[in-house]
């Protein structure tokens, strides 16, 4: 069975940081591209950040500069670092993992939940 579970999320004041995990089971996670979506009320999910299987980080132009993705595939588990938080990045994380050959094969963790706000 696979499992994604997302922890890390919180409440936290505008300027400050969080470090998201999401820990993999059940997947050859070496092989898989991880990302990082967020939803807040009302939005569409959009995707912040991606790990390629190889390791190369994209970002989504919102974040970039402030927030950091990175892996260890010997803990099956990829990292969102996010420094310089604004209220705006209120939202559920949600982790998601994507063959990089077979992209129908894909999936998700519950979410964690972050708020900024003072």
């Known amino acids: 069975q696979v499992q994604l579970v997302e922890s890390g999320g919180g409440l936290v004041q505008p300027g400050g940081s969080l470090r998201l995990s999401c820990a993999a089971s059940?997947?050859?996670?070496?092989?898989?591209?991880m990302k990082w979506y967020r939803q807040a009320p009302g939005n569409q999910r959009e995707m912040v950040a991606r790990?390629?299987?190889?390791?190369?980080?994209n970002y989504a132009d919102s974040v970039k500069g402030r927030f950091t993705i990175s892996r260890d595939n010997a803990k099956d588990t990829v990292y969102l670092q996010m420094n310089s938080l604004k209220p705006e990045d209120t939202a559920v994380y949600s982790c998601?993992?994507?063959?990089?050959?077979?992209?129908?094969?894909?999936?998700w963790g519950q979410g964690t939940q972050v708020t900024v706000s003072s």
């Open positions: 998601n993992a994507e063959h990089p050959r077979w992209p129908q094969i894909s999936y």
């Open positions: 059940g997947i050859s996670f070496r092989l898989y591209t």
């Open positions: 790990i390629s299987d190889g390791g190369n980080p």
